[in-house]
Structures are given as C-alpha cells and as structure tokens.
C-alpha cells in the first residue's frame, strides 16, 4: 500500500515539476541596472516578456524604486530598445504599441550604441509602465540587452546636484554648493541584460520534502 501511495506521489512531483518548469519559461525578466548618468549597479527597471503560447510577445517595461522615487511631474519611459536574432523577421505591422508611439529599426539608444528595434514615445506620450506586444517572435528570437530612456525626474542627491558631483575639480575645490532642490526634471538611459532568475515555489519543494519521508518511511518498514 504505501510503495503505491509513493509511486503516486511520485509521478505527481514529477508532473508538478514539468508544470512549473513550462510556466517559468513562459516569463522572463531582465534588469537595466546601468545608466549614463546616474550610479552603476542599481536595479532601475524591470523587462518581463511574456510568450502567450499564440506566436506573440507580450512586453512590459516598469520603473523600479531608485527611479520611482526620484519622480518629478510627466515621468515615465520616453524609449525602449532591444536586441533581436538574424533569424527574427518583424515589420512595424508586427507591433501592438501604445497610442502616438513609433516603431524604428536600427537605431540609437545614447552610448549603448544601436538596437535593432527602438520604440520612440513623444514629452507628452511616456509610459510607466510602458506596454506593448510583437506578434511573430518566440523567446529564441531575443537577445539579452535592453535599453531605455526615461525622462522626468530629479537629479538632485542629498541637495546636490548630479552634475556637479560628477565633476572632481568642483568637488576637490570645493565649488559645489548646497541647494534646495527646486523639482527641475532631468532624464538618463538605462542599460542592461541581467537575466532575474525565478526561484521554485516554495509549498513545491515542500511537497517534495514530504515524498521523500514517506519514500524513507516505506523504506524502513520493509526493514
């Protein structure tokens, strides 16, 4: 009785795991956690592309709190640019896109260089977040590296600003003076192509805490 409750149990496990493997690889997501103006190494937005399974991409590109804080009025996602393979064949009929937004291919994202397709927002058209789909593409015809412009927030730290904190010469003379920060919006490109990687659901490794007991268990009363 109990080597069937375990092989029942087992084949469950190994289904559940089939299952939870097939809905992670539906979703992945990558940080920008470069720019070039603001510091290295922090997570500033989140990439999650999702494969709906009916040969589409859905994209969503969202702000994360280092730049959320900083938000002054009209913020948001002004541009967004990613990698595809030689194998990924998409005209601008191919994207579902925010209202008086544009699709360009082969175009600039500041000092990132060139991407092989850039959406383009207008000042009064930014998105936080910014979504949109591809019809045409699977996972396989991504590359990792993304880019995106994002306009509208302060770049005053701790009463001063970015600008003349990026200078040494004003720093070691001493030329950078405090000042009450005035809301003045500013903008930055962010870059990056870290993959965030999904841990398994913890009730799951439960689950498989508890066949391997009763395996133990089935094991010991054989003894």
Request: charged share 15%.
């Amino acid at each position: 009785m109990m080597n069937s409750i375990f092989r029942i149990l087992g084949a469950f496990l190994v289904v559940m795991l089939f299952l939870v493997s097939r809905s992670e690889a539906a979703t992945v997501q990558y940080l920008l956690n470069q720019s070039n103006t603001l510091a290295d190494n922090v997570d500033y937005l989140l990439v999650t592309i999702l494969d709906t399974g009916e040969n589409r991409l859905d994209f969503q590109v969202e702000t994360l709190p280092a730049l959320n804080e900083k938000a002054q009025d009209n913020f948001g996602i002004a541009a967004f640019g990613f990698l595809l393979g030689s194998d990924a064949d998409v005209t601008v009929n191919d994207f579902l896109i925010p209202d008086k937004w544009k699709v360009q291919f082969n175009k600039g994202m500041s000092e990132a260089g060139n991407f092989d397709v850039r959406l383009l927002g207008t000042g009064n058209t930014r998105h936080d977040p910014l979504k949109f789909s591809v019809l045409g593409l699977d996972f396989d015809d991504i590359l990792p590296g993304f880019a995106a412009h994002v306009a509208g927030f302060s770049s005053a730290v701790d009463g001063y600003s970015v600008a003349a904190l990026s200078s040494p010469i004003a720093v070691i003379s001493g030329a950078v003076a405090k000042f009450e920060n005035t809301g003045t919006a500013s903008s930055a490109f962010f870059y990056g192509d870290s993959l965030v990687t999904v841990p398994v659901p913890a009730a799951l490794w439960l689950f498989g805490s508890g066949v391997l007991f009763l395996g133990r268990l089935s094991t010991r009363r054989r003894i």
